[in-house]
Nanobody, 126 residues
Framework: QVQLVESGGALVQAGSSLRLSCAAS????????TGWFRQAPGKEREFVAV???????DYADSVKSRFTISRDIVKNTVNLQMNSLKPEDTAAYYC????????????????????WGQGTQVTVSS
């Protein structure tokens, strides 16, 4: 079992930067693909970013070049650096993980992940 706890959400102004962190416990993330999703009120939870355990990354088009996913193996955390934030980035952000045999598997569907955090709220004001 993997337990995930997100932190770092806040209320910020448009154009600001924010760094979210996801702390994992129970298992090391070395063999896990990890992702970030977000869910705005009244909308479906959507893919934001993924990092395979082979350190490959992929992003949703809406955040590409603004967001960066990274991993700290020693601290067993996955981070999401968010720059140039926009009001449309407002959402609850969730960290997710799934054990993977492949070092390059980069799932983007919610149903492909087995473990989820409780979420952290990001609100961007205009």
């Amino acid at each position: 079992q993997v337990q995930l706890v997100e932190s770092g959400g806040a209320l910020v102004q448009a154009g600001s930067s924010l760094r979210l962190s996801c702390a994992a416990s129970g298992r090391t993330l070395r063999s896990y693909t990890t992702g970030w999703f977000r869910q705005a009120p009244g909308k479906e939870r959507e893919f934001v970013a993924v990092m395979t355990w082979g350190a490959n990354t992929d992003y949703a088009d809406s955040v590409k070049s603004r967001f960066t996913i990274s991993r700290d193996i020693v601290k067993n955390t996955v981070n999401l650096q968010m720059n140039s934030l926009k009001p449309e980035d407002t959402a609850a952000y969730y960290c997710a993980a799934v054990r993977s045999e492949s070092s390059n598997w980069a799932p983007k569907q919610r149903r492909e992940y087995d473990y989820w955090g409780q979420g952290t709220q990001v609100t961007v004001s205009s």
